[in-house]
């Protein structure tokens, strides 16, 4: 599959998940303080 917009999604979550050092754990602490701070800004 080529789709531009799926391969610039994979890289993208591929480059997430390399600064997180490809920890589940550290990257869900990262959605999760993202999110509370989403809700905080509105």
Not at 24 to 32: F, G, H, L, N
């Amino acid at each position: 599959m080529n789709d531009e917009i799926i391969v610039e999604v994979r890289t993208i979550k591929e480059a997430l998940a390399e600064e997180s050092g490809f920890d589940i754990r550290r990257i869900a602490e990262e959605i999760r303080k993202s999110e509370i701070q989403s809700e905080a800004e509105g």
